[in-house]
């Protein structure tokens, strides 16, 4: 499985072909507005940074290979009084497990967290403001333990909303043998890909 960083907390997972483009974006500083081709498009929430369908051009034929369940939540800490509600995204293909939080803004209940639970590849919010910040996305990686933990929705020297953290604090909780550090914004997931903090590079 193919597992492509396009920016923010925009993810293309593909595999056997099929494209599934997560969250993407219009609007946010230092990328380029999300523009691709894909077969499916999933959105955690309504707003601009996760929701601009119009980006994703929709193929036709091929066939799926994904079965994809929701787990729903919240946008902040009151059950969604300020931001509203949040979808979490389950995609099983070939034996793998890929769960994307959204904008996760609060910490999972039991009920939510059995549902998520052996994933082999979790993307997590980590900048706060908006979602959980690095305390709650250490939490949230604890307790699902994925093989491979993907940071997301964080603010680097030069992209990333003001108001949102960097990666810099969620990084600090991992050992620096746990941390891989690519060179590329994407990942290739098989069942032997060891245990790791991925920290794909900024999109080009």
């Given at each position: 499985m193919r597992i492509t960083w396009l920016g923010h907390a925009c993810f293309?997972?593909?595999?056997?072909?099929?494209?599934?483009?997560?969250?993407?974006?219009r609007d946010v500083p230092g990328f380029a507005d999300v523009s691709v081709?894909?077969?499916?498009?999933?959105?955690?929430?309504?707003?601009?940074?996760?929701?601009?369908?119009?980006?994703?051009t929709l193929r036709e034929g091929r066939a799926n290979p994904f079965t994809v369940e929701t787990v729903e939540t919240f946008?902040?800490?009151?059950?969604?009084?300020?931001?509203?509600?949040?979808?979490v995204h389950i995609l099983r293909a070939g034996g793998l497990?890929?769960?994307?939080?959204?904008?996760?803004?609060?910490?999972?209940?039991?009920?939510q967290a059995e549902k998520l639970w052996d994933c082999d590849v979790l993307m997590v919010p980590v900048g706060g403001t908006y979602t959980v910040d690095h305390a709650g996305a250490i939490s949230a990686q604890a307790w699902l333990?994925?093989?491979?933990?993907?940071?997301?929705?964080?603010?680097?020297?030069?992209?990333?909303?003001d108001n949102i953290d960097t990666v810099d604090e969620f990084l600090n909780y991992f050992a620096p043998a746990d941390v891989c550090r690519y060179e590329t914004?994407?990942?290739?997931?098989?069942?032997?890909?060891?245990?790791?903090?991925?920290?794909l590079h900024r999109p080009v």
């Amino acid at each position: 499985m193919r597992i492509t960083w396009l920016g923010h907390a925009c993810f293309m997972v593909e595999y056997e072909g099929y494209r599934v483009v997560i969250d993407p974006f219009r609007d946010v500083p230092g990328f380029a507005d999300v523009s691709v081709e894909a077969d499916m498009v999933l959105c955690s929430h309504g707003h601009f940074d996760h929701a601009h369908t119009d980006g994703v051009t929709l193929r036709e034929g091929r066939a799926n290979p994904f079965t994809v369940e929701t787990v729903e939540t919240f946008h902040d800490e009151e059950g969604g009084a300020l931001r509203g509600k949040n979808t979490v995204h389950i995609l099983r293909a070939g034996g793998l497990k890929v769960v994307h939080l959204g904008d996760l803004g609060h910490r999972l209940t039991r009920e939510q967290a059995e549902k998520l639970w052996d994933c082999d590849v979790l993307m997590v919010p980590v900048g706060g403001t908006y979602t959980v910040d690095h305390a709650g996305a250490i939490s949230a990686q604890a307790w699902l333990l994925p093989r491979v933990t993907i940071p997301m929705h964080y603010r680097g020297d030069d992209f990333g909303f003001d108001n949102i953290d960097t990666v810099d604090e969620f990084l600090n909780y991992f050992a620096p043998a746990d941390v891989c550090r690519y060179e590329t914004n994407t990942l290739e997931v098989t069942a032997d890909t060891r245990s790791q903090l991925a920290l794909l590079h900024r999109p080009v």
